[in-house]
C-alpha cells in the first residue's frame, strides 16, 4: 500500500566549516504527514532546504519519486540544472516568515509563478488562483496588499501560492511560530485540511499538537541527526531515546 | 563692494547674455536627460550582473566588480579626455561611431554621454546594489522554491522591490550626473559653462557664469528637496514597519 515519495539516505549539509546535517536518513510514503521536532540548531530547516535544494547537500542522496535529485542530469552546475526543474514543479515550500511579494495583490501572489514558470494563461491562473484563495478562507481578499492582511491571512495566502504549482509534497517551516497565538489556529487549520485531502507534507513545527493529532509520524532532531521516529503517540508519549525526553519535558511545561 | 557686485552680478551682462547662456543650459540638460536614461538601465544591468548566483557566473561578477571600481576611481573629467581624444582615432570601429553624430547632435555632445555613461553606470549600479541587498533574503527564496528562475526572480520580485528602496539616493546620483555634465565644456562643446567662459574673457566679467550657476540652481534645489521628503517618508515608513508600496 505504502508507495514512497521521497527517501532521505545519509544526507550531509555543512555551511563551511559547520556541520549541520551529519548523516539524515528519512522514508516518506505518498500521503504521510511526517511532523520534525527537534530543538532550534538542530538541522529541522535545514532539512526542508535539502529537500527542495535551496541548500543542496553535499554527501548523500535524496530520491524523489525515484530520482536522485541530487544527481540528476545536468546538476553539479548549481543553477538552470534539470533536477531543479524537476524538484521545484514538484516541491512546495511555505516559510516562517510567510516572504510573500509585498509589491503583489493577494491574488498576484499566487499566479505569478503558474503564469512566468507554467506558462499558463493570465484567465487560467487567474482562475485557479481565485479557486485556491477562497479555499484558505480568503476569497474576500483578492486585490488586497499582503500589508494590511494580518499575519494568519498572510500565511494562508502564502500556502495557496505553494498550492498552485500542484505540488507532489508540501514543506511547512515552523510556519506558525511567527504568528500571535490567536492566528495560528487558522493556520493550522487550512494544513490539516489540506493532510486530510491526502498531500504529502514535511511540516518542521513546534505546535506538539497539531503533531499528535495530524502527523503520520514525528521525527525528532538534534544535533543534525534524526534521534528517534515513529508513531505520533509512541514518540511523544512514551519517548525512547533522552535527549526526545528532555525536549518534550521542556516544550510541554510551557 | 560695488566693485564686487559689479564683476559678480552684473544685471546688465546678464540681460544681454540670458538667452545666450539659457540656450547653452538646454544642453546640459539634453546631455544630462540623454546620459541620465542610459545610467539608470546600463546600472541595472551591471547590479543584475553583479549578483548572478554560482560558481560558473564568478568571472562575470569579477568582471562587473572591477569594472565598477575602476569607473568609480578615475576622475570623470579624464574619462571625458580618453573617449573623445581616442576614439575617434580607433579606425577598427565604424566611422558613425568614432564620430557620432546622431539626432544632429555634433560628435562632442555623444563622447560626454558616453563618458558619463561610462562613470555614472558604475555608480547607478552601487545603488541598485543597495536597493538589491535590502530585500529580505526570503523573497529569493520564495520566488525560487516557487520554480523561478534567478533571472524570473530578479525581474519579477527583486528589482521591483530594490528600485523602490533607493529612490534618495538615486536622485543624488542623477544631480551629481547634472553637474558633471558641464565638464564637457573641456571638449569644446557649446554647453553653459563654455560659453560663459566665453562671455568672461570677452568682457572680463563672471555675471555670465553666475547665471549659469542660477539656472543649475533653479533645477537641481527642488530635487534637493525631493530627496529630503523621499528620506523622511521612507523613515516614516520605516518605522511604521510597513514597505513602500509600488503598485
Known sequence: ?254 | MSVFFEQYFDFHVMGEHFWEVLEAFLQNLLIWVAALILVLIWGLILAFLRQLPGKGFAPIRFLTIAYIDVFRAIPCLVVILLISGGVPFLTFLPKGVRIPEWFGKPDPFWYGVASLLLVFGAYMAEVYRAGIEAVPKGQMEAARSLGMSHTQAMRHIILPQAVTKVPAPMLNESISLLKETTLVSFIAFGESVLVSREILAERLNSSALILTAFFFLVIILPLARLVDYLIKRNQTKVTRGTHIEVA
Open chain 1, 1 to 254: 500500500m505504502a508507495e514512497p515519495i521521497l527517501q532521505l539516505r545519509n544526507v550531509h549539509k555543512r555551511f563551511g566549516k559547520l556541520e549541520v546535517l551529519k548523516g539524515v536518513d528519512l522514508d516518506v510514503n505518498k500521503g504521510e504527514v511526517i511532523c520534525i521536532l527537534g530543538p532550534s540548531g538542530s538541522g529541522k530547516s535545514t532539512l526542508l532546504r535539502c529537500v527542495n535544494l535551496l541548500a543542496p547537500p553535499e554527501e548523500g542522496e535524496i530520491f524523489l519519486e525515484g530520482q536522485d535529485i541530487c544527481k540528476g542530469p545536468g546538476s553539479g552546475t548549481g543553477e538552470s540544472s534539470w533536477n531543479l526543474d524537476f524538484v521545484r514543479q514538484r516541491v512546495g515550500m511555505v516559510f516562517q516568515q510567510f516572504n510573500l511579494f509585498p509589491h503583489k495583490t493577494a491574488l498576484e501572489n499566487v499566479t505569478l509563478a503558474p503564469m512566468k514558470v507554467l506558462g499558463k494563461s493570465r484567465a487560467e491562473a487567474e482562475e485557479k488562483g481565485r479557486a485556491l484563495l477562497e479555499r484558505v478562507g480568503l476569497g474576500d481578499r483578492l486585490g488586497q496588499y499582503p500589508e494590511t492582511l494580518s499575519g494568519g491571512q498572510q500565511q494562508r495566502v502564502a500556502i495557496a501560492r505553494a498550492l498552485a504549482m500542484e505540488p507532489h509534497v508540501m514543506l511547512f517551516d515552523e510556519v506558525t511560530s511567527a504568528l500571535d497565538p490567536e492566528l495560528v489556529k487558522e493556520v493550522l487549520d487550512t494544513m490539516r485540511e489540506l493532510a486530510e485531502e491526502g498531500m504529502t507534507m514535511l511540516v518542521v513545527t513546534h505546535e506538539i499538537g497539531f503533531a499528535r493529532e495530524v502527523g503520520d509520524q514525528v521525527v525528532f532532531m538534534d544535533g543534525g541527526v534524526v534521534v528517534e521516529q515513529g508513531d505520533p503517540a509512541a514518540v511523544l508519549d512514551n519517548p525512547r531515546e533522552e535527549r526526545t525526553q528532555r525536549f518534550l519535558g521542556l516544550v510541554l511545561e510551557r
